[in-house]
């Protein structure tokens, strides 16, 4: 039998394929429990299982990285990618978390907005990393250009709902209850932006 001297090269694409999809499934979840608003911590128990799911991705992805010598692009914008994937979700966990810790019996206009556009910025972060394998670095590009369009909108709705918390609510608690909800949706819009610039600067190595 002979000696494999270069081991066969590992598929990272394929596990980014399925951590940006996870990404884009807890998004969805996160659009339908700021819309309805019933069976809440339903939703958030199914939300939590694809953050926990998104941690393995994570792992594997890393784990792979350190036993893997030839890497399709670069090993650091493998780990960043990664890792932000991970944020991403996380902080969409983080706000369906507050919802149920925080008892609140209805939603607001911002927060659907908000997460309606934050899905629709996972689902052009999902096609950037499908083109990554392809090499189809001009598709890359426009994709790009649309999170940070959406990144960009999700900031003046985040500037808005801040605005009218302060101005119209009375309730301190229902503020600052809310006000951290709205961060985690602008916070994960900023890590798609931050996955948006990992890609950019893949192409430009790679292009």
């Known amino acids: 039998m002979p000696i494999r001297f270069f081991p066969k090269e590992v598929d990272f ?3 980014f394929d399925k951590a940006a999809a996870n990404v884009t499934h807890a998004a969805t979840l996160l659009v339908a429990m700021m819309e309805h608003f019933s069976t809440v911590e339903a939703w958030a128990k199914e939300i939590h299982e694809l953050e926990q799911e998104g941690d393995l991705f994570t792992h594997d992805i890393i784990r792979k990285l350190n036993k893997t010598f030839v890497t399709p ?5 493998i780990h960043a990618l990664a890792t932000t994937l ?3 979700i996380d902080l969409i966990w983080a706000a369906a978390d507050r919802l149920t810790v925080f008892k609140l019996k209805e939603s607001t206009k911002w927060a659907v907005t908000m997460s ?3 899905l629709l910025t996972t689902e052009f972060v999902h096609k950037a990393i499908k ?3 392809e090499k189809n670095y001009s598709h890359i590009q426009e994709y790009c250009i649309e999170i ?3 990144e960009n909108r999700l900031d003046r709705e985040f500037r808005d709902a801040l605005g009218y918390l302060f101005e119209e609510i009375k309730d301190p608690i229902l503020i600052i209850k809310w006000k951290e909800i709205y961060e985690h949706l602008e916070d994960a819009s900023d890590k798609c932006e931050d996955v948006a610039n990992i890609l950019e600067g893949v192409v430009l190595k790679h292009a």
């Open 13 to 15: 694409f394929e596990v």
């Open 131 to 133: 083109k990554l394998r």
């Open 116 to 118: 309606r556009d934050l």
């Open 148 to 150: 940070n369009k959406l």
């Open 73 to 77: 692009i670069d090993r650091e914008d």
């Open 86 to 88: 991970d944020d991403i």
